[in-house]
């Protein structure tokens, strides 16, 4: 097959031409396409011509190269939200129609580290209670959640399900949430992590790390949330 002759240059009707075949579902999201050679036979360019396109494709998170391995159709994700919006993982999940879940909880009260007793401005040393979970959406695993407070902020009869929101239960014990200060980045492979959110060797996490500060502007919360980027995606509005 050839491409139809065009004014264009031919790399953009190689572009258009893969754009339109996986909005048809030729090529479906996670999908590998077809080597460099057989694709650029079918559609009739030079390799050149071809891995310009995919270039291109790359850069606008259409499709990703996997060295050694190939090239994969990008799957869209499935939750995305705007960095400006604070939502707890829960309402993040529901908004968007899928059930949240939990299949794995473990609280412990530890000892604060040095990052702690900084991001809670702790004069001194005070337990802190640390609430790690994996959470899901419609069963499946999507995030990995490590959630901090100070026991001092907590009254003495907190009590915690495992598939409840945070935010939520602060609520409940009058700890209201305000704003957040959040920094944002990728990680490669994480041994204990990525398995657990079942992500392969080649794939990577994004993780929104975030002080959260009550209406008085203390810091009562910690969050570090490991994202599957195949699933999450955030968005920043600016204005001028």
């Known amino acids: 097959m050839s491409l139809r002759p065009d004014a264009r240059p031919l790399y953009l009707?190689?572009?258009?031409?893969?754009?339109?075949?996986?909005?048809?579902?030729?090529?479906?999201?996670?999908?590998?396409?077809?080597?460099?050679?057989?694709?650029?036979?079918?559609?009739?360019?030079?390799?050149?011509?071809?891995?310009?396109?995919?270039?291109?494709?790359?850069?606008?998170?259409?499709?990703?190269?996997?060295?050694?391995?190939?090239?994969?159709?990008?799957?869209?994700?499935?939750?995305?939200?705007?960095i400006e919006e604070l939502y707890s993982i829960t309402q993040m999940i529901e908004k968007n129609g899928y059930k949240a879940g939990t299949i794995y909880l473990n609280i412990r009260e530890m000892n604060p580290s040095k990052e702690d007793l900084e991001g809670f401005q702790l004069q001194s040393a005070v337990e802190i209670v640390r609430i790690e979970r994996i959470r899901t959406a419609n069963d499946e695993p999507v995030v990995y959640c490590i959630d901090k407070i100070p026991e001092s902020v907590l009254p003495s009869n907190f009590n915690f399900q495992k598939d409840g929101s945070i935010f939520k239960v602060l609520d409940q014990n009058n700890i209201h949430i305000s704003y957040a200060i959040t920094d944002i980045k990728t990680i490669g492979y994480h041994e204990k992590i990525s398995p657990l959110l079942h992500l392969t060797e080649e794939s990577s996490l994004l993780v929104l790390k975030q002080v959260h500060y009550d209406t008085h502007d203390n810091p009562v919360l910690i969050s570090i949330n490991y994202f599957r980027p195949d699933k999450f995606r955030f968005h920043v509005l600016r204005k001028r």
Not at 48 to 61: F, K, P, V, Y
């Open 13 to 82: 009707l190689v572009i258009d031409k893969l754009k339109q075949d996986i909005e048809e579902g030729k090529f479906k999201p996670g999908y590998k396409l077809p080597s460099e050679n057989e694709l650029a036979k079918t559609l009739g360019v030079s390799r050149a011509t071809l891995r310009e396109a995919l270039r291109i494709l790359e850069d606008e998170n259409i499709i990703i190269r996997k060295h050694g391995i190939g090239t994969f159709v990008i799957e869209k994700p499935v939750f995305t939200s705007g």
